[in-house]
């Protein structure tokens, strides 16, 4: 874990963050739980997971989703199928509205969607893997 005084600092800085993108779903319409589903999994990886190893800030944390779900995510979290698909979905979401508000470049979005779609079968593969047992052979 980090120094206290980086991660809180972060973490504030994060806060602007996921209002934004709270104001965002709830123009697009958005279900209340929707909402709230869509924030928890935001903020589980933009302020538990990019502080849980050194302090990423939120625009640099795109390069680190892949690692987060291939490995913290399913050992961390109690992780089904489905839960894996609300985190991609939640993560894309939010990184979208980052790009839209001039957060992140629309190159590093396009590189996250990419990522998460062309890898999407193989986190699956993982959960299974992991509830089976199996999940370190792999590795």
Same mark, same amino acid.
């Given at each position: ?5 980086? /991660?809180?600092?972060?973490? =504030? ?5 996921? =209002?934004? #993108? ?12 929707? &909402? ?24 640099? *944390? &795109?390069?680190?989703?892949?690692? +987060?779900?291939?490995?913290? +995510? &399913?050992?961390?979290?109690? /992780? !089904?199928?489905?839960?894996? =698909?609300?985190?991609?979905?939640? $993560?894309?979401? +939010? ?6 508000? *001039?957060? /992140? !470049?629309?190159?590093?979005?396009? #590189?996250?969607?990419? $990522? !998460?779609?062309?890898?999407?079968? +193989? ?9 089976? *047992? !199996?999940?370190?052979?792999? #590795?």
């Amino acid at each position: 874990m980090e120094d206290n005084s980086r /991660v809180l600092e972060n973490k =504030k800085r994060n806060e602007k963050y996921l =209002k934004e #993108f709270e104001n965002l779903l709830k123009e697009e319409g958005l279900s209340k739980e929707a &909402i709230k589903t869509h924030l928890k999994n935001v903020d589980l990886y933009i302020n538990k997971y990019l502080n849980y190893y050194d302090v990423v800030k939120m625009e640099d *944390g &795109i390069i680190s989703v892949n690692p +987060f779900l291939i490995g913290w +995510f &399913i050992e961390k979290e109690d /992780v !089904t199928k489905d839960y894996l =698909k609300e985190m991609v979905e939640s $993560i894309r979401k +939010f990184y979208q509205c980052m790009n839209k508000l *001039g957060y /992140v !470049t629309k190159e590093n979005y396009n #590189f996250l969607c990419n $990522i !998460t779609r062309d890898n999407l079968d +193989f986190y699956l593969k993982l959960v299974d893997a992991y509830n089976s *047992g !199996t999940y370190y052979e792999i #590795f």
